[in-house]
């Protein structure tokens, strides 16, 4: 394969060190390649709104903004074209397989050197999906997982930037401030979420947020 020099990655990590590596991973199989840096989820939307033209984001799970798979799954939600691969500490079999069903083209253990890292990103420019060798995803899911995993991929981009607001504990009023909307459009995105997730409350629908992320997903308690 022959990846164009043009090629645009973002690192989204708020560990320094370990954007470092990643950088060092993709210049060794990208050599000039054009890589931004965020140290937070607030970071990479704003780069992502500046610039969409992006070949890939390689994405950590925890990191200012998000907790579990709630910047994943807004990514897919708002920008489908571009490729995301989760780089994780959490490397478990279930961690896994809920980034693939959130959209992920590929899914990297922090705990890999730079040249795993940097076969990993040159196979997903090359179109493919990467997951580490050594994981064995044939077991069959969760039957309820999976019906809630199908119900949160319904939700708009924005629907899910309030979702994780709820997760934060924020009144609708914050919510509305810090979206720059009404309060009366925070209050129609909330019923909206309800009526997808098929749930009757706010409470519930930030415990069934947290029931697909492997509770990563932040569970402060919304006040109503």
């Known amino acids: ?60 799970l925890k990191m200012p903004g998000i907790s579990g798979f709630s910047g994943l799954i807004y990514l897919r939600a708002q920008y489908p074209a571009i490729p995301v691969v989760v780089v994780s500490a959490s490397d478990d079999v279930e961690t896994i397989r809920r980034s693939l069903d959130f959209g992920a083209s590929g ?43 199908d119900r949160l991929v319904t ?27 009404s309060e009366a459009t925070i209050k129609a995105h909330v019923s909206a979420i309800l009526q997808k997730l098929g749930v009757e409350s706010r409470t519930q629908a930030v415990i069934a947020a947290a029931k697909i992320s492997g509770n990563q997903w932040r569970q402060d308690e919304p006040v109503a």
């Open 1 to 60: 394969m022959s990846t164009p020099v043009s090629t645009h990655l973002i690192i989204a990590d708020d560990h320094p060190l370990f954007r470092d590596a990643l950088r060092l991973a993709v210049s060794s199989v990208v050599p000039g390649a054009k890589v931004g840096e965020a140290g937070s989820f607030e970071d990479l939307t704003a780069m992502l709104e500046r610039d969409g033209d992006v070949d890939l984001v390689l994405l950590d």
């Open 107 to 149: 899914f990297v253990p922090k705990r890999f050197g730079v040249e795993k890292l940097g076969e990993a990103i040159l196979q997903v420019l090359d179109g493919d999906v990467w997951v580490p060798p050594d994981v064995d995803l044939s077991a069959a899911a969760d039957p309820e997982t999976s019906k809630l995993r």
């Open 155 to 181: 939700l708009t981009p924005q629907q899910v930037r309030v979702l994780m607001m709820l997760s934060e504990g924020l009144l609708n009023k914050q919510i509305a401030y810090e979206l720059g909307v």
